[in-house]
């Protein structure tokens, strides 16, 4: 597993996870519930992990390049 998740994209899926679980808790009734509760911790660990499978899957990697 090679880190491909950089700084700001690690703050925007912390803040996303964020969002979704205050949907989850205080917004959405039923399936939805999960839904946005599963959403939520998916970007909480692909946040603190620094890896996305998808972007790897893309070949994407918003990490900077090392100097």
């Known amino acids: 597993m090679v880190p491909n998740v950089g700084i700001t994209d690690r703050r925007v899926r912390y803040l996303l996870a964020l969002v979704f679980f205050l949907i989850a808790f205080f917004g959405a009734t039923g399936v ?23 972007w790897a899957a893309l070949k994407i990697n918003t990490r900077r390049k090392s100097a």
């Open 32 to 54: 939805w519930q999960w839904v946005f509760g599963l959403l939520g911790v998916i970007m909480v660990v692909t946040a603190s992990l620094s890896f996305c499978p998808i």
